[in-house]
C-alpha cells in the first residue's frame, strides 16, 4: 500500500504533469481563469487519465506485448483516449450543460492533450502493472486537477489587481504558471 501511495504523491505533486513534465499547458492555460470551470475540467481529465491508464495498461500487457505489436501502442493508446473522452463529452453534456459549455472546445481537446498520451505510455515504459498504472493516472490527474485551481485562483486575484500594461494577460499567466512551476520543484525533496 505505501508503494501505491508514493505513485500517487510522486504522480501529483513531484512529477506534476504541466508543471514538471509540461504536457497539457494547452487546456491548462486555456481554462484556467475560472476556478468552476477549471475543477469541472479537472475531474474530467481524473477520470479519463485515470481509465486511459487502466485500459492501455491491460490493452498493452494482454493484446499488444503478447502478439509482438508493441509498437502500435501509441495509437492504440490515442483511439482508448478519444474514445473515453466521448463518454466524458456525451455524460457532461446530459447531466451537466453549464459545465459542458463553459469548458467548451477544451474538454474535446482532451483526446489530444499530450498529458493523458503521456501518462499511459510513460506507465508502459516504467513497467507498472495494472494496479500501479490506475494509481499513477490517478495521481496525475490529481496533480493537474491542482494545479489548474490554483492558476484559476490566481488569475482571479490577478484581475483585480493594476498591472503594467505589457505584462496583462497571457504574460502575466505565463509569469504565474513559472513561479508554480518553480514552487512545485520543492516537493522534489520529498522523494522517498
Keep these: 500500500m505505501k508503494a501505491l501511495i508514493l505513485i500517487i504523491v510522486t504522480s501529483a505533486l513531484i512529477n506534476n ?10 487546456s491548462f492555460l486555456g481554462v484556467s481563469s475560472k476556478i468552476k470551470a477549471s ?27 503478447p502478439l509482438g505489436m508493441a509498437f ?7 483511439l482508448v483516449i478519444a474514445a473515453l473522452v466521448q463518454i466524458v463529452e ?18 474535446p481537446l482532451i483526446t489530444t492533450n499530450c498529458a493523458v498520451l503521456g501518462v499511459a505510455l510513460t506507465n508502459v515504459q516504467n513497467g507498472f502493472n495494472f494496479i500501479e498504472s490506475v494509481f499513477s493516472g490517478l495521481g496525475t490527474g490529481i ?10 485562483g490566481i488569475r482571479s486575484r490577478i484581475k483585480e489587481e493594476d498591472l503594467p500594461a505589457p505584462l496583462r ?24
Design 143 to 152: 496533480g493537474y486537477t491542482i494545479a489548474i485551481v490554483l492558476l484559476a
Design 39 to 65: 475543477a469541472g475540467l479537472g475531474g474530467a481529465v481524473i477520470f479519463v487519465i485515470t481509465i486511459a491508464s487502466a485500459v492501455a495498461s491491460l490493452l498493452y500487457d494482454f493484446v499488444l506485448a
Design 17 to 26: 504533469v504541466v508543471l514538471n513534465q509540461f504536457l497539457g499547458i494547452c
Design 169 to 192: 494577460g497571457a504574460p502575466i499567466v505565463l509569469i504565474a504558471a513559472a513561479l508554480m512551476s518553480i514552487a512545485f520543484m520543492g516537493f522534489a525533496d520529498l522523494a522517498f
Design 90 to 107: 456525451m455524460f457532461l453534456k446530459k447531466k451537466s450543460p453549464a459545465l459542458h459549455k463553459a469548458l467548451g472546445i477544451y474538454l
Design 72 to 78: 502500435m501502442r501509441t495509437i492504440v493508446f490515442i
